[in-house]
C-alpha cells in the first residue's frame, strides 16, 4: 500500500518533530516548514526499509551545522538536491531513497524536502531514535556503515564532496562547516535498502505524525517509552568544568540545579553538554545518556534548550527511553555517559 506525505500529513509530521526537539530555533523551523510546503506538491512516499528492493541505493540527508545560521542566512533551495546529486557522481549509482539523520525539528523536515526534490521515497525510520550531536553518532554506524563518503552544499553555492575514516568525519566536517556560513545540507551514510533496514530505528516518521495529531500525549512521540522524573523549578544555571577537556563536542559544559515542587522535593541537578546528559537527584544518578533527558516548559509545552535554561522557569523533566541497540556495550561506547566524558 502507498503510504504518502501529502500537504496535511506534513503538518502533523512537522509537528510531531518538535514534541521531543532540542536546539530548534523557530526562525530556521519555520522556514524548513514552508520550504517542505513549498515542494510536497501531491505527496512524498513514505516507505519502510524493507518494502524496498535490496539493492536500492539510500542515503542519509541532514541539515549541518548552526539552525540560528540556517535562518540568517537563507537557503537557494536546491541543497538537498544538490548534496545528493554529488554524493551519486562519487558513488557511480543513482539514489533511490532517502532517510532521515534524525528527525527534530529541521532534521526531520529536510530529508523529505530532498526526497521531495529528487522523486524518490522517504524511508519511515531514522538513525539514531533520538538526536545526538554527532554525525558519527547514529545507529548507522554501529551496524557498521560509515558516512562517508559525503557530500555537503552550502547556501552561497559551495558543494564539498569528503572521503575519510568513519571516526574522522565530524573533526573534518566541523570546519567546512563553518566556513560556509555555520549551516550546510549534508548527504551521507550511502547504503543498500537491504543494510538500512538492518541499522535503521523503524516505523519513527510514522510515530511522528501520529505525535503532531492535537491531544495526542508528548510520550506517543518516544519509540521505546518515556518517563517523568519530576516537575520543578530552575534556581540556579552554572558553568561546569568538571567533564573534563577532552570531549570532541560544539558546546561548553553547564549544570541545571532544580527544586522539586512535588512529591519528595529533591534537589535534581542536571549536567549538559549541547544536551542534558546526566541526572541527579539529592546526588544520585536517575537517568544518563544514551536516554534522552528533556526539559520541558510548564509555561507553553515546548523543550528547553540547555542555553535557554534560566532561574525561576518551571519545568518537566522527561527522560526518553533510547533504542535497544544504544544500551549494547558498543552503543553506550558511541553514545552512552563516556562518549560525553562522564566517567560512570
Known amino acids: 500500500m502507498v503510504r504518502l506525505i501529502d500537504p496535511a500529513g506534513l503538518d502533523r509530521f512537522s509537528a510531531g518533530s518538535r514534541v ?26 513514505l516507505a519502510a526499509a524493507g518494502e524496498l ?3 536500492t541505493v539510500c542515503v542519509a540527508v541532514s541539515l549541518v551545522g548552526s539552525t540560528t545560521a540556517l535562518g540568517e542566512q537563507l537557503p537557494a533551495g536546491d541543497e538537498p538536491e544538490r548534496a545528493v546529486r554529488a554524493l551519486e557522481r562519487r558513488l557511480g549509482e543513482r539514489v533511490g531513497a532517502v532517510v532521515a539523520l534524525n528527525l527534530a525539528a ?4 529536510i530529508p523529505l524536502i530532498a526526497a521531495a526534490a529528487l522523486g524518490v521515497p522517504l524511508v519511515d ?6 538526536v545526538f550531536p554527532l554525525v558519527e553518532q547514529t545507529t548507522y554506524t554501529l551496524g557498521g556503515v560509515s558516512a562517508a563518503p559525503l557530500a555537503l552544499a552550502g547556501g552561497s553555492g559551495e558543494l564539498v564532496v569528503l572521503e575519510t575514516a568513519a571516526d574522522r568525519v565530524e573533526e573534518l566536517l566541523r570546519p567546512v562547516v563553518l566556513s560556509v556560513g555555520g549551516w550546510a545540507v549534508t548527504a551521507c551514510y550511502p547504503m543498500t535498502a537491504r543494510d538500512l533496514a538492518r541499522v535503521v530505528v523503524p516505523g519513527t516518521v510514522s510515530l511522528l505524525m501520529r505525535a503532531g495529531e492535537p491531544g495526542v500525549p508528548r510520550a506517543a512521540a518516544a519509540p521505546y517509552g518515556a518517563r517523568t522524573l519530576c516537575r520543578g523549578r530552575i534556581l540556579a544555571v552554572e558553568g561546569s568544568s568538571g567533564h573534563g577537556s577532552d570531549m570532541g563536542l560544539p558546546s561548553l559544559p553547564s549544570s541545571i540545579v532544580i527544586r522539586e515542587t512535588e512529591g519528595l522535593g529533591r534537589l535534581v541537578r542536571l549536567e549538559a553538554h549541547n544536551e542534558v546528559v546526566l541526572a541527579l537527584a539529592d546526588g544520585a544518578v536517575v537517568a544518563v545518556v544514551p536516554d534522552q533527558i528533556c526539559m ?14 534560566e532561574p525561576g522557569l518551571e519545568v518537566e523533566i522527561m527522560v526518553v527511553r533510547a533504542a535497544p541497540v544504544w544500551h549494547t556495550e558498543r552503543g553506550l561506547a558511541l553514545g552512552g555517559p563516556r562518549a560525553f566524558g562522564i566517567p560512570l
Open 296 to 309: 520541558i516548559s510548564l509555561l507553553d509545552g515546548m523543550v528547553v534548550d540547555v542555553d535557554k535554561a
Open 125 to 130: 525510520g531514522d538513525g539514531t531514535g533520538r
Open 20 to 45: 521531543l526537539a532540542t536546539g530548534a530555533a523557530d526562525s530556521s523551523y519555520n522556514l524548513a516548514l514552508d520550504w517542505a510546503h513549498s515542494v510536497v506538491g501531491g505527496g512524498v512516499e
Open 106 to 109: 529541521e532534521n526531520a523536515l
Open 53 to 55: 528492493p535490496d539493492e
